[in-house]
């Protein structure tokens, strides 16, 4: 599915969240920076925006893994047109089966991605294998408002008018009708925090963005 809409990909993040999923990964970098993470791995990375945001952070070391391959190729057009086709380095790969060795880097971030993992509790326990003892892991995942009035417009947004747009904009009839539902499926809140500890990872906090229709959940590793 996100080959065939890996060329529309940025437009639609932008159009369909009205700009704000930008702000949503500077968050991101704000929380790491205290951590002055020196490698760092971005798991379904898409097509490189937290990746290239990520060396705001002056790391030695980036690294962008996605299973699809139109996905990266957009991220590497990007990220050569930007000249930081040496400082980032991007991997075809599967979270559920990471191909870097234990305990190797200091950060490892998803945005977005979570929810696609076939095997949630794999991919986690797979990215704390990849880190450091004490390292930190940044996820950032579309969760369910509950304020009263948003709720229900968020609702009617992602549910009737986002499907619309995506739609028309991407001209795949399934790709953002899966969006709304994979999020209601999708374990949010104290519950994924439940998760995060049992995949190998304490500390575990959330800190809920926007209303609350985004969450960008953080722990470390044990
Ligand atoms: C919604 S996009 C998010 C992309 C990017 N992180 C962003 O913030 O725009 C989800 C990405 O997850 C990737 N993905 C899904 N399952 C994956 C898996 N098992 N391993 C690696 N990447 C995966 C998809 O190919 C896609 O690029």
């Not at 379904?44 to 925006?49: E, I, P, W």
């Not at 305990?103 to 929810?115: N, W």
């Not at 509790?121 to 003892?133: F, N, P, T, Y």
């Not at 369910?144 to 904009?169: C, E, N, T």
Request: proline letters at 5%; aromatic letters at 10%.
């Amino acid at each position: 599915m996100f080959d065939s809409i890996s060329e529309r990909y940025d437009l639609l993040n932008r159009v369909l969240s009205l700009g704000i999923d930008v702000q949503w990964r500077k968050r991101v970098l704000k929380r790491l920076r205290p951590y002055a993470p020196q490698s760092i791995l971005d798991v379904a990375t898409g097509t490189g925006d937290l990746a290239i945001g990520l060396l705001q952070l002056k790391p030695k070391e980036v690294v962008g893994l996605d299973l699809s391959p139109g996905m990266l190729a957009q991220a590497d057009q990007k990220v050569r047109k930007r000249g930081l086709a040496d400082r980032i380095q991007l991997v075809e790969g599967d979270s559920e089966q990471l191909p870097f060795a234990q305990d190797y880097f200091d950060a490892v971030t998803v945005a977005f991605g979570v929810r696609n993992f076939e095997q949630l509790e794999q991919g986690l326990s797979e990215m704390a294998r990849v880190l450091k003892s004490g390292g930190v892991v940044a996820i950032l995942e579309f969760s369910r408002s509950r304020v009263p009035l948003v709720a229900p417009l968020f609702k009617l947004y992602f549910h009737h008018i986002l499907p619309a747009l995506g739609r028309w904009v991407s001209r795949d009839a399934s790709a953002y009708t899966y969006l709304p539902a994979s999020v209601a499926a999708f374990p949010e809140g104290d519950e994924f925090l439940r998760i995060l500890q049992k995949s190998g990872f304490c500390e575990a906090q959330q800190e809920r963005l926007t209303f609350g229709i985004c969450t960008l959940y953080t722990a470390q590793k044990k």
